[in-house]
């Protein structure tokens, strides 16, 4: 089974900063364009960024200069760099790897993570 898994989410200060993680598993040819998403409570999902797999990278205008993405092909995993985080931040964070090719059949797969929790409070 191929799947996506968040790690990383968790209580932080504002101010502070997390490193969000999304490792993608099973039996997998390839990966294309990866990305993070969120949704805060009460509100519809959005972007945050996202990166090519030759690392060409996208943001929200909200999140550029405070978060950085970025990704280990060999890994298959991306990462979400947070800095200077914002109450305004708190929300459930998303991977998404929307053009995902499976090994032996080459299927093409849409896939998101479960969401990992990132909370900004004192």
């Known amino acids: 089974q191929v799947q996506l898994v968040e790690s990383g989410g968790g209580l932080v200060q504002p101010g502070g900063s997390l490193r969000l993680s999304c490792a993608a598993s099973g039996s997998i040819f390839s990966i294309n364009a990866m990305g993070w998403y969120r949704q805060a409570p009460g509100k519809e999902r959005e972007l945050v960024a996202t990166?090519?797999?030759?690392?060409?990278?996208n943001y929200a205008d909200s999140m550029k200069g405070r978060f950085t993405i970025s990704r280990d092909n060999a890994k298959n995993t991306v990462y979400l760099q947070m800095n200077s985080l914002k109450p305004e931040d708190t929300a459930v964070y998303y991977c998404?790897?929307?053009?995902?090719?499976?090994?032996?059949?080459?299927?093409?797969?849409?896939?998101w993570g479960q969401g990992t929790l990132v909370t900004v409070s004192t």
């Open positions: 990166i090519s797999r030759g690392g060409s990278t």
């Open positions: 998404n790897a929307p053009n995902v090719v499976t090994l032996f059949d080459y299927r093409r797969l849409d896939l």
